[in-house]
């Protein structure tokens, strides 16, 4: 676990500083573009992210809901401003609602909640690792809501 948390925190101090550079670009190009005043822009971005089990294999019934509810949770405590939730689980997938900031892109967060809610999940749950080394592709579906 130590070496998973390191990981983790690693990645979000290196993120710190990208993001807070591409928030202060966005916000003064917005402000120079549509001569706003900068306090006054906010952003929010929502989307509906579907993850696949690895091989379609059917690991996850409703008893999953609330414990993945919070692994999911504690994922996104490494991105600022952003919020999840599990909206339905699947036997072989799971479809999540994503609140988060134009801090960081959809695509870094997908990864990010592939990557570290699987090792959560194998430590909460070992019985789902079975012959299986990975518990969900590396390919998801996201779309904008909202």
Do not use: C
């Amino acid at each position: 676990m130590s070496t998973g948390s390191k990981s983790i925190s690693k990645s979000s101090q290196q993120s710190e500083l990208t993001n807070s550079q591409r928030y202060k670009w966005i916000k003064s190009y917005v402000t120079q573009q549509q001569k706003l005043n900068p306090d006054q822009i906010q952003f929010k971005l929502k989307y509906h992210l579907l993850l696949i089990t690895e091989k379609r294999t059917p690991l996850f019934s409703d008893q999953h809901f609330t414990s993945f509810s919070n692994i999911f949770a504690k994922v996104t405590k490494s991105f600022s401003d952003t919020y999840i939730e599990v909206l339905w689980i699947g036997s072989d997938h799971i479809h999540l609602y994503l609140d988060t900031s134009p801090d960081y892109s959809v695509d870094e967060i997908s990864q990010t909640i592939i990557q570290d809610s699987q090792q959560f999940i194998l430590m909460e749950h070992s019985e789902l690792q079975g012959n299986n080394q990975r518990i969900w592709k590396n390919n998801y579906f996201v779309e904008t809501i909202g």
